[in-house]
């Protein structure tokens, strides 16, 4: 099956612990993204891949990191300066070039205690 | 990208047509119109999408006014499990492939 996905579902952390959310697509897409929604709210852009090896900042990048060193993973880490990283993430894939639509994984909900 | 209004929530009777409107009255000649839905938890939808033709897919139904200024999405034959955020997104392709989700309209379905 071709898709976008994401792990765990559910992950739990102590305050001060980066950690890193998984995002892996088998769709041969070039461009990938991370979002964060936060409740009764939209997504808001944290990081965007065109290509492997490139990545830009979304609009809020602050306290977050990513690498793109394969085509098919695009993982996140969100670190301890991120003041409220409580939140749902989504991870999306498009094919870069053409007006590209946007895919999504399931998600991730992250809860810092 | 062009900024998108519409309804925070709508009710619809299952088996109807739920029709969601969207307004886009800055969209410029190159912005796609996009539908994406969002059931609880889970990770957005792609629905359908267009720049100024009609556009149908098994899905759905989207309307664009001449004019581009606004668009309508259809569900025909609408059921329980259409009970979600629907959001009505416009976008270039010079944006850094970027998709800008605002708060959608929240469409329930009601038996």
């Known amino acids: 099956d071709g898709g976008i996905t994401q792990s765990p579902k559910y992950l739990f952390r102590k305050e001060g612990q980066n950690v890193t959310l998984s995002c892996e697509q088998n769709?041969?897409?070039?461009?990938m993204y991370w979002y964060r929604q936060d409740p009764g709210q939209g997504l808001r852009l944290i990081y965007y891949?065109?290509?492997?090896?490139?990545?830009q900042k979304g609009d809020i990048a602050e306290g977050y990191s990513v690498s793109r060193e394969k085509k098919e993973s695009f993982p996140l880490t969100v670190t301890s300066a991120q003041k409220n990283p409580t939140a749902f993430y989504l991870c999306?894939?498009?094919?870069?070039?053409?007006?590209?639509?946007?895919?999504f994984g399931p998600g991730t909900r992250l809860t810092v205690l | 990208d062009a900024k998108t209004t519409q309804p925070t929530s709508m009710d619809c009777a299952e088996g109807r047509a739920a029709n969601l409107p969207c307004n886009h009255s800055?969209?410029?000649?190159?912005?796609?119109v996009y539908w994406y839905r969002q059931i609880h938890s889970q990770g957005p939808q792609y629905i359908i999408h267009?720049?100024?033709n009609n556009e149908t897919n098994e899905m759905a139904s989207l309307i664009i006014t001449e004019d581009r200024k606004s668009s309508t999405l259809i569900l025909p034959h609408a059921t329980l499990r259409d009970t979600a955020v629907y959001y009505c997104?416009?976008?270039?392709?010079?944006?850094?492939?970027?998709?800008?989700f605002g708060t959608g309209t929240s469409l329930t379905v009601i038996p």
């Open positions: 891949s065109q290509i492997v090896n490139d990545f």
């Open positions: 769709l041969n897409h070039d461009a």
């Open positions: 997104i416009v976008r270039t392709r010079n944006t850094g492939n970027q998709f800008y």
């Open positions: 800055t969209i410029s000649g190159n912005e796609y």
């Open positions: 267009g720049l100024k």
């Open positions: 999306a894939s498009s094919i870069r070039g053409a007006v590209d639509t946007q895919y």
